[in-house]
């Protein structure tokens, strides 16, 4: 059950940077879960395999939450070629008409410049802050153990199959608990805060463009 105390502290781990056995990296592609997530509590997750846990051999690693950066990759489908003109068309601009477009591929135009992803694409993938669980969620009574991550940003879409790469920096707290939904919503909230303001740091935000941040948009077939 969760403990009663006073205010949590909204910054973990030593400012020097993570110490052992932080950092720790964790992959695997994304999976459906419990559907409980966005529905009942409004804080979307992304589910991968327990197995991912293996990658650097973390199986025995301790069930809570846990802070750091995600490198997640990028499943946007490329955009379609724009059609090839017609021969009538091919004829008018060689004869000096103006060029028109027809009404509705500049209405499809506009709607998609309108609606850009609101993140940053990369040729691989994006990192992203991230605050994940690793445990059996005693609150629902979990049968199995698993690996439930929230990344920190808005994503108008789901990204099934796509690789996730786990950068772990450190622990906020055990697993616990709940007398209630509103309670658990309460606690995962001050969760999110708290990786927020971990990872500001100087020596916890550089390591998205180190060596780590390599790791991070590496998606080879090779990690599991």
């Known amino acids: 059950m969760r403990p009663n105390e ?6 973990v781990g030593p400012d020097s940077g993570p110490i052992a056995p932080f950092p ?12 409980r997530g966005s529905k009942e509590l409004g804080i979307p997750t992304a589910n991968i ?4 846990l293996s990658v650097g051999g973390h ?9 750091g950066w995600a490198g997640l990759e990028d499943t946007a489908p490329a955009p379609a070629p724009a059609p090839a003109p017609s021969q009538e068309q091919e004829k008018g601009e060689e ?11 500049a209405q499809s135009t506009e709607k998609n410049n309108n609606h850009k992803p609101p ?5 691989k993938g994006t990192i992203y802050p991230m605050v994940m669980s690793i445990g059996w969620n005693p609150y629902y009574r979990n049968s199995k153990r698993s690996v439930e991550v929230h990344l920190l940003h808005f994503f108008p879409h789901d990204f099934y199959g796509a690789r996730l790469n786990l950068l772990i920096l450190g622990f906020i707290r055990p697993e616990y608990d709940y007398v209630s939904k509103e309670a658990l919503v309460a606690d995962i909230m001050t969760d999110i805060e708290v990786a927020r303001g971990s990872l500001a740091r100087e020596a916890y935000a550089k390591l998205r463009t180190e060596e ?4 991070l948009l590496d998606f080879g077939a090779g990690k599991g």
Do not use: H, M, N, Q
Not at 24 to 35: A, E, P, Y
Not at 49 to 52: A, D, H, K, L, V
Not at 119 to 123: D, T
């Open 95 to 105: 004869e000096g008409e103006e060029k028109t477009v027809p009404a509705s591929t």
């Open 49 to 52: 395999p327990i197995e991912g």
């Open 119 to 123: 993140y940053p694409a990369l040729s």
């Open 6 to 11: 006073l205010p949590r502290p909204l910054v």
């Open 212 to 215: 780590e941040g390599a790791w």
């Open 24 to 35: 720790l990296r964790v992959s695997g592609k994304v999976i459906s879960g419990f559907g």
């Open 59 to 67: 199986e025995d690693v301790e069930s809570g939450v846990y802070y």
